[in-house]
């Protein structure tokens, strides 16, 4: 899938609590060909004004070519983000985008999606994704309270959905792990995405059932092209891996669970 380094403008930026907004981008008619994204991919966002010179890998939220239109969730929880989430309507931002690999949809019929925090953002565009394929995935989010648990009504026109909190004000009290629907529930493969401890717990859960399952892993990833060697993860089998090229998802079975 090629990679395009483009302009795209902020149409707005929604604040939708517990420090999480979500980004609308349009790429302007002027600028070309709308770029082809998958679930599973991301985006590197430069962070406008020079106080920060990296930039900033978010994962695609979600996508509406024909409106040319790009959503991001970005957690505020340093100078990046915040930066980021407190921009003026109309400003440009420069994305390389699309980068990594993409979840593996095709011939499943009985997904579960699982995601936590700001991991819940891929799991959106992989919802719709199945959802306009005619299959209607299971998903499983969790959080430390309901307010920590975003875009509820968006998942909610796509799949049948589940929660956990912390809190238990919402859903099933305890982490994602606790929800019966992870070990009772008939699936054919199970993807998650959101923090690693809880990734890991959750394939654990998959691997022990027999059901195949992929991660989306969150390593810093700077450069987004495999050049500055901050994302690499040790795997099973293949040793340093870089995320940002090789991943961010792969096979539960890679991922070293010590």
Not at 98 to 123: D, H, K
Not at 231 to 251: I, Q, R, S
Request: proline share 5%; hydrophobic share 40%.
């Amino acid at each position: 899938m090629k990679k395009y380094s483009l302009r795209f403008t902020l149409l707005s930026t929604q604040a939708l609590g517990a420090g999480n907004y979500l980004l609308k981008l349009q790429l302007p008619e002027a600028a070309g060909t709308f770029p082809a994204m998958a679930a599973g991919q991301f985006v590197q966002v430069a962070v406008p004004r020079g106080f920060v010179l990296l930039r900033r890998p978010i994962s695609i939220c979600n996508v509406y070519p024909e409106r040319r239109e790009l959503w991001l969730l970005i957690g505020r929880v340093g100078q990046g983000t915040s930066i980021l989430t407190g921009l003026a309507d109309g400003t440009e931002l420069d994305l390389l985008i699309p980068l990594g690999n993409t979840f593996s949809v095709e011939g499943v019929e009985r997904p579960l999606l699982v995601g936590g925090g700001v991991g819940i953002a891929p799991m959106l565009f992989l919802a719709r994704t199945f959802a306009e394929r005619g299959v209607r995935p299971t998903i499983l989010l969790g959080g430390r309270t309901a307010g920590h648990i975003v875009l509820r009504e968006e998942f909610a026109a796509l799949g049948d959905v589940y929660y956990t909190t912390d809190s238990g004000e919402l859903g099933v009290e305890g982490r994602v792990t606790d929800h019966p629907i992870l070990h009772e529930g008939s699936f054919d493969r199970v993807f998650t995405c959101g923090p690693k401890v809880m990734m890991i717990a959750v394939a654990k859960v998959a691997e022990a059932r027999g059901i195949d399952c992929e991660v989306s892993l969150e390593n810093s990833m700077v450069c987004g092209i495999g050049a500055c060697l901050c994302c690499v993860e040790d795997l099973e089998g293949k040793g340093n891996t870089c995320v940002c090229t090789e991943g961010p998802v792969f096979n539960s079975k890679l991922v070293k669970k010590d």
